[in-house]
């Protein structure tokens, strides 16, 4: 079966630290440039953090840069989202995308972060 599972999602206090998961099965994140995504209630959702199929290059959301780091292990078929300094707007359900122009999209379900005291 293909599909995407987000996982590392819960609740941890203002400064707090999560890290995120988002493993492949069925097919192979060699071909695919990965993002994450936020949408937080009543919101859009909005890009995070991406990371290309080759070089690794990546690129931040204003709002997480230098609090969030991307990173991918194509040995385990996953890519991970480090949070760090978590705060309260951090909150949303966080999905993962693996993008290739030629074999299209495929979508997590979300992992759920909320950030509260």
């Known amino acids: 079966q293909v599909q995407l599972v987000e996982s590392g999602g819960g609740l941890v206090q203002p400064g707090g630290s999560l890290r995120l998961s988002c493993a492949a099965s069925g097919f192979t994140l060699d071909y695919y440039g990965i993002g994450w995504f936020r949408q937080a209630p009543g919101k859009e959702r909005e890009g995070v953090s991406c990371?290309?199929?080759?070089?690794?290059?990546?690129l931040y959301a204003d709002s997480v840069k230098g609090r969030f780091t991307i990173s991918r292990d194509n040995a385990k078929n996953t890519v991970y989202l480090q949070m760090n300094y978590l705060e309260p707007e951090d909150t949303a359900v966080y999905y993962c995308?693996?993008?290739?122009?030629?074999?299209?999209?495929?979508w997590g379900q979300g992992t759920q972060v909320t950030v509260s005291s």
């Open positions: 990371i290309s199929r080759d070089n690794g290059s990546t």
């Open positions: 995308n693996a993008h290739n122009a030629w074999l299209g999209d495929k």
